[in-house]
């Protein structure tokens, strides 16, 4: 493990807040394409703005592409259609790619171009000042809305399987090797992969939903995990506030 | 028709332009007045080897000409008013990381929806200054369907040599026309310099171009929108390092005017009056100087072929030759504001924003109009 | 001997192939050697609405490629007719489909059975904007009839080729002969 690290890793230091579950999310990009024996010349990290775009750059050693905020798979399919032999990997946050970015998402799933989307889902925009995401709980407490969230999350492995990706998962930063196992298969997938990681944010939705020490909000984050089998029991308004984890595809 | 001389729409002219010069990307978005280009790439680059794409909207189109640009290709986009607006956002990416590529405007009336089949040339300021903080592209102005092609390849070659975007503003009127065009192949085509081993974003070279590899070429490139050093990693808390960095992509475009600034000037000898014209609008200049010559008048053509970086020198150049100087322009006196920043004497605005051409009689009246 | 340059435009319905005639026109005068210019009038007029498409043959370079004043109209239906009809230069000539435009009493017009001839004799009607073009070719010269036959060739899809063809040749016969117009 520490060996894959030192291989990949530029000599940087993190941007990550301690507790941020991004650091294990970084990990597990890292030991996916190592295990892959992915061709480092030929791999390229895309990401757009907000924290989960600092996984790639700048701490992974390959080629990476800090775009604009939203636009990260829009940048992708260019590089990939202009290279087809690139490996491309998007690794950016929920609001990045599911709010400002919802359209590239989606157009992307739809054409089934050869990418693979990592999403860092803190449910919350971090780097600037814990406002709400289109993927924050119902009731969660954000900056913008101290009262707690009125409207429903998007399911984002949903929306990309709508559209039409064939292969989607979604996982919680506490379960590493499950996420190292997708992102590999979503690599693998021949067309768009899409890997949603659960990923804590103990600055900005910890700090704001009473759950400032951390062992508590990485066993929150477990305790709203339900299996799609158990989500079969409930209604769709109980999983507004919970995280179906597991795979979609064919 | 002889050897490689066709009759061709304007915007035809532009994507064999952009063929002709080794373009190997395209991604765009269907809009009025400049969908030909898009429809005759989607056909003819992708059996040139190329790569075509439709994208969902001009921001994704700005953002794939970049990342393909990246991954080594020569790319595309051409748009109107509306997707312009859109790509103002990915305009200030491509300029801060340097990146090559080509954007063809066929300008229509606007604001907003505005008339979208109608002929304007309202966009010149906004793609100078309609991206926020500092940065300068390059942008040619074709009167002709030759000019369509010529300056597309233009357009390329200086993208690549000054790793800038760069604009072909071109308008409904010379988008839409058919005239004959020669498909010639007397050019040099500029390729990118892919040296891994230099610095990719920042040079003590006295052009202040620094090499650009692509993805894929070993370099571990970090490439980011963020203000950064010259290997790419992020300084977004330095002064100095935001000087340099804003102050290289300027200075290397603008202390190259000399190479990058085309003007064309007729009858400029002797005159006591000029025409200062570009795009479509510069055609009816020159009919209109004709006739004003035919009538005796002394007048005088400047056509700016290069609108940024704008020909200051040639402008100031008139300063004390020409009595006055006319701008005839199909907005309101865009480039005319920028004109008499350069000159002492008189500058008469020509403004007309009805969504058609502005006819020689109308520049023929307005030079007389001043002379009285 | 044909004085240049000489402005043409083609009036009618968006859906009339006004824009295939401009090009075929423009793309015979090149054939011929001359300098050309073509444009259209675009817009949502162009799917049924009046609209128009120009063509300039000249000798020497084309300064301004558009046209005030057309020296020839050639017009395939009545809205068309009465808002371009105006714009003719003082000498110019008009040549009308009979079918479709009625020229008020007075109006000196050139009336070819443009659509009634594709209908009859070309067998489709909507070759009568070639019946048009072989009259405007038959009439006024402009540009020789090979020339204007390789245009045709080039620029018109295989499928409508051979009514095209036929179209053409028999405006060409109208256009020379004055007496089968009124």
Known sequence: ????????????????????????????????????????????????????????????????????????????????????????????????????????????????????????????YGMTGGQTAPSTPVGARTATDPQGNVYRPFDLCAVVRAAGAPYAARWPVTRPMSLIDSIKKAVKT??????????????????????????????????LCVTREEAKKMKPEQLWERFVIGEYHD | MSGNVQILMGNHAAAEGALAAGCTFYAGYPITPSSEILERLAEKLPAAGGAFIQMEDELASISALVGAAWAGAKSMTATSGPGLSLMMEGLGYAAITETPCVIVDIQRAGPATGQATRVASGDIIQVRYGSHGDYCPIALSPWSVQEMYDLTIRAFNLAERYRVPAFVMSDESVGHLRESVRLHRDFEIVERNRDIKKPPFGTDAPDGVPPMPAFGDG???????????????????????????????????????????????????????????????????LAAVKRLRKEGVRAGLLRLITLWPFPEKEIRALDGQVEKIVVPEMNRGQVAGLVRQHVRGDVVSLCQTNGEAIEPVAIVDKVQEVLA | MTEWPVGVRFG?????????????????????????????????????????????????????????????????????????????????????????????????????????????????????????????????????????????????KQRFLEVNLKAFALGMKLGKSEDRCR
């Not at chain 1, 990949?8 to 507790?19: K, P, Q, V």
């Not at chain 1, 690794?91 to 599911?98: F, T």
Request: aromatic share 6%.
């Open chain 1, 1 to 124: 493990m520490t060996r894959a690290m030192e291989h990949w890793l530029r000599t940087e230091h993190t941007a990550f807040c301690s507790g941020c579950g991004h650091g294990i999310l970084l990990g597990c990009v890292i030991r996916a394409v190592d295990e892959l024996e992915i061709d480092r010349k030929n791999l390229l990290f895309v990401s757009g703005i907000g924290c989960a775009a600092w996984i790639p750059s700048p701490n992974i050693q390959a080629d990476t592409l800090h775009t604009l905020h939203g636009r990260a798979v829009a940048y992708a399919t260019g590089a990939k259609l202009a290279n087809p032999r690139l490996t491309v990997i998007v690794v950016s946050g929920d609001g990045d790619l599911s709010s400002i970015g919802g359209n590239h998402l989606i157009h992307a799933a739809r054409r089934n171009i050869d990418l693979t989307v990592v999403c860092g889902n803190n449910q919350i």
């Open chain 1, 190 to 223: 021949d067309g768009f992969g899409f890997v949603e990681a659960i990923s804590p944010c103990p600055t900005q939705f910890g700090r704001r939903n009473r759950l400032d020490d951390l062992t508590k909000l990485y066993d929150h984050l477990v305790g």
């Open chain 2, 219 to 285: 370099a571990n490139l970090l490439v980011t929108g963020s203000t950064h050093d010259e290997w790419g990693y992020r300084r977004v808390d330095h002064p100095d390092q935001h000087t340099r960095l804003v102050g290289r992509i300027n200075k290397k475009i603008l202390d190259h005017a000399d190479d990058i600034v085309e003007v064309d000037a007729r009858f400029l000898d002797d005159a006591e009056v000029a025409v200062v014209a570009y795009g479509f609008t510069g055609r009816s200049a």
């Open chain 3, 12 to 156: 009618g319905l968006g859906g009339q192939g006004l824009i295939t005639l401009g090009a075929v026109l423009a793309e015979a005068g090149a054939l011929a050697g001359l300098r050309v210019a073509a444009s259209q009038h675009y817009g949502s007029r162009a799917r049924g609405g009046a609209t128009y498409s120009d063509v300039i043959l000249s000798a020497e370079e084309i300064d301004y490629p558009h046209i005030d004043h057309p020296d020839i109209l050639v017009v395939l239906a009545q809205q068309a007719y009465d808002l371009y009809a105006p714009t003719l230069d003082a000498k110019g000539i008009i040549l009308a489909d009979s079918f479709f435009v009625k020229p008020p009493a007075g109006h000196k017009v050139l009336q070819v059975p443009g659509t009634r001839t594709a209908i009859e004799e070309a067998g489709n009607q909507v070759s009568a904007n070639f019946v048009m073009l072989g009259a405007l070719v038959g009439f006024a010269g402009l540009v020789g009839e090979k020339d204007a036959i390789a245009a045709v060739h080039h620029l018109v």
